[in-house]
């Protein structure tokens, strides 16, 4: 019975993962019959979270297989994204598609818990407001960008926005008032995580993740598994040192850290920028040093120089299969990809660099909403059927 | 009857790890009742590879329950040590005693593989020849200051003695000649593993081991287990980029990297000392230091400021429960302590460094090697009768 419960949830994971499926592919993916392929389908369109279709066209040889499709305009989930810059609220059904979504600039709201979680509970009831008669919520999930504590998405230090110890997962799920938790998790963290299932890192279980927001952050799959440590808190990257002499202060108190050195602060610094902040003015750099402008291409080519180093680290640490750039870093590293390579060339090991890929974000600035809508998902893939009751 | 098999490793495999062990503290560990203990010790006692002894002593109301001890001096492994400065071969029993020792320091062999291997063969031998008679070696594992590839035991890259590309595992196993392969591991990776088994990392399943033999090696385990990457060649510590501006030159080609900073070389250099090498002159070092002689205090101050700045990078990115300093850099600790634990007040995140401890290394010289022993252990604790067959 547990095991019929379990396998439930995996095929369901494996239809929001993956989208539709043929049975055949499922019962191999699966490693079980397709009978029980059979079984188990049927109780989940029972329960309206999947659909049945008959294949379109014939693929030769051999009966045609069915076809199951997760039901994603019923099912959804509520996706919270709390950056440095703007809040960020979706709807996201099933099977990953995002249906609705709302967004504000967050220097248009305060930065204190209050403030934040007041607009975004607002949003949120907005978005189920506007839902479809009949739709089902089954969770909510949300990315913050700072250290999160696992199990009730305390805040234990977000320096962007001032935050230490603030209870934004109970605050966020008192607020929504929908009688569902709210499931936190840090946003490169939740970034990684989605890169891996349906973005540039899916078959790559040892995966590095860089996010660039204003800050600079990782997350860090090993053997298919976030990194956590011994508290959950693992995966700083951001504060990894990387320029112990004369470094550019950092917002955490130090000053040489990875996110000093590559963060927004410091590309606009380096482009002689100082007065300027926000993605917008990050872009304008990007674009002048492709366009040519010296002082830009200076300055990206500084910045790429330490996130090159930090790449290196990271490389011989970890012996990723493929290292993400996302977020801003995503624009970044495609102006400073040479100076990125040639850190790596200098100081990864030729062992540990010899299988590692380089890759551009494929969820782009959705992946860190997404990689929430996934936690949020979290209850109804590990128990379907026992979560909607 | 797999699960039968699965349990008789999994039985000695405790009381390999933690000695002898009652009949009622195995039933607890293994989550199973006093019968099923009883049905396996007798088996395991039948192979020859336990004991069952009587209590000594009573332990106040209940039954006295039997203690299950390995039987070390009759079941062993051969394990190899091939250090930078010597190389070592141990018969180590079941249980973990070492039982027999030989060593030579390298400075009287050559470097290369072909001398290496005769010599690692010919101890090996000497070893096996003053075996008590009816003992059984049961595996044999090697330890190397190098990047191994999982497998065969191909050392991929040791800068230290020139290799590159090297069929280590298979030539010792040739020269041995005793049918048994040889496990071979990287020298950090398996004081990790011996220092999580039965030393200063008991209990801590997020831990780092940082190990310093002329260079600098590192071990991490995540959740307990051996950090892989995506070959196995993870956890390259010691080429960590921690002096990008006018760091010393390494061996690696590259310069600034923790071992060229806090290595033999280093530690020597900043001492005034660039002509001498070896433990001992390190220890002289560490000595003069510790009495107050400035030079040698400076170095240690300056070598203790790039040690810090490395396990705070590593603290950031993976809030261990513990950091535990093994091989030279347990004495580089001893005194060095006050740099290592500034660089960490500021630069690991407070919440990533919460709950981090600072140890030594609780099986001081021999952590390396019994961390081999236990991987010629391996086949035999997988499952046990099989592999006596």
């Known amino acids: 019975m547990r095991r019929h419960r379990s396998n439930l949830g995996t095929l369901l994971q494996h239809v929001h993962v993956s989208g539709p499926l043929s049975r055949a592919a499922l019962a191999e993916r699966m490693g079980v019959n397709r009978s029980t392929i059979l079984a188990l389908t049927a109780e989940l369109a029972g329960a309206g979270l999947v659909r049945e279709e008959a294949p379109t066209g014939t693929t030769g040889a051999g009966r045609p297989s069915f076809v199951v499709r997760p039901e994603s305009e019923r099912f959804f989930v509520l996706a919270f994204d709390v950056a440095v810059d703007r809040l960020v609220a979706a709807r996201v059904g099933l099977g990953g598609p995002i249906l609705d979504r709302r967004s504000v600039a967050r220097s248009r709201v305060g930065a204190d818990l209050d403030t934040v979680v007041r607009e975004l509970a607002a949003m949120g009831r907005e978005l189920l407001d506007a839902a479809p008669p009949g739709a089902v919520v089954a969770g909510v999930g949300a990315s913050y960008c700072g250290m999160i504590r696992?199990?009730?998405g305390m805040v234990r230090y977000g320096p962007e926005m001032?935050?230490?110890?603030?209870?934004?997962?109970?605050?966020?799920?008192?607020?929504?008032?929908?009688?569902?938790?709210?499931?936190?998790g840090n946003e490169a963290h939740l970034g990684a995580l989605a890169e891996f299932a349906r973005g540039a890192g899916v078959g790559h279980p040892d995966l590095i993740y860089l996010h660039g927001d204003v800050g600079?952050?990782?997350?860090?799959?090993?053997?298919?598994?976030?990194?956590?440590?011994?508290?959950?808190?693992?995966?700083?990257?951001?504060?990894?040192?990387?320029?112990?002499?004369?470094?550019?202060?950092?917002?955490?108190?130090?000053?040489?850290?990875?996110?000093?050195?590559?963060?927004?602060h410091a590309i606009l610094a380096a482009a002689g920028r100082p007065e300027l902040f926000g993605r917008d003015a990050v872009r304008q750099v990007v674009c002048d040093a492709e366009a040519g402008q010296l002082r830009a291409a200076g300055a990206m080519a500084e910045i790429g120089d330490w996130l090159g180093i930090g790449v290196a680290n990271l490389i011989n640490l970890f012996n990723p299969g493929v290292v993400i750039f996302g977020g801003m870093l995503r624009e970044v590293y495609a102006v400073a990809a040479p100076e990125v390579a040639a850190r790596i060339a200098q100081h990864a090991m030729p062992v540990s660099r010899e299988r590692t890929e380089l890759r551009l974000s494929g969820l782009r600035d959705d992946a860190t909403l997404l990689g929430a809508a996934d936690r949020g998902f979290g209850a109804l893939l590990a128990d379907p059927l026992v979560s909607l009751k």
Request: charged share 15%.
């Open 150 to 152: 696992p199990g009730d």
């Open 162 to 184: 001032g935050w230490v110890d603030q209870a934004f997962g109970t605050e966020l799920e008192r607020a929504l008032g929908i009688g569902l938790p709210v499931a936190v």
């Open 216 to 264: 600079v952050g990782g997350g860090i799959l090993v053997g298919g598994k976030l990194l956590g440590g011994e508290g959950g808190y693992g995966c700083e990257v951001g504060h990894m040192l990387v320029n112990p002499v004369g470094g550019r202060p950092c917002l955490c108190g130090s000053a040489g850290c990875l996110e000093a050195e590559t963060g927004e």
